[in-house]
């Protein structure tokens, strides 16, 4: 562990909506290291056809109360953003061309056994 980047972290939650981690810097002896800055992570799940999906995301706040106030703006960019994230690779899937034993109709075609895998005696 980097004892220069160590933080001490408590959990807020509304028992609702989400979850706001602060990140509060500390000394290698656990005293508050007031050179580096608090950090705020928001944690929400968002339910989709496939089941939940946890997302974390930053949150621009120097008091956990504007961490609280910035929570839903920064959840909603954290869903658009994933979902254009998941719109893209299911481009990416859908325009790779597959083509299952390539290789093997080639090897066959030159006399080799081809197919890959385990070959049986």
Do not use: C, H, N, W
Not at 13 to 18: F, I, N, Y
Not at 40 to 50: C, D, K, L, N, R
């Amino acid at each position: 562990m980097d004892a220069r980047g160590l933080y001490r972290e408590d959990v807020f939650t509304d028992q609702r909506v989400g979850t706001i981690r602060r990140l509060s810097p500390v000394a290698a002896d656990g005293a508050d290291d007031p050179s580096r800055p608090v950090q705020f992570i928001g944690q929400a799940s968002v339910m989709t056809p496939m089941g939940q999906l946890p997302l974390s995301f930053e949150l621009e706040a120097a008091t956990l109360g504007e961490a609280v106030a910035a929570f839903g703006a920064a959840a909603q960019r954290a869903v658009e953003e994933t979902a254009r994230e998941i719109q893209e690779m299911r481009r990416q899937a859908a325009s790779s061309i597959v083509i299952p034993d390539a290789g093997a109709a080639a090897l066959k075609g030159m006399g080799g056994k081809g197919g890959g895998g385990i070959q049986m005696p």
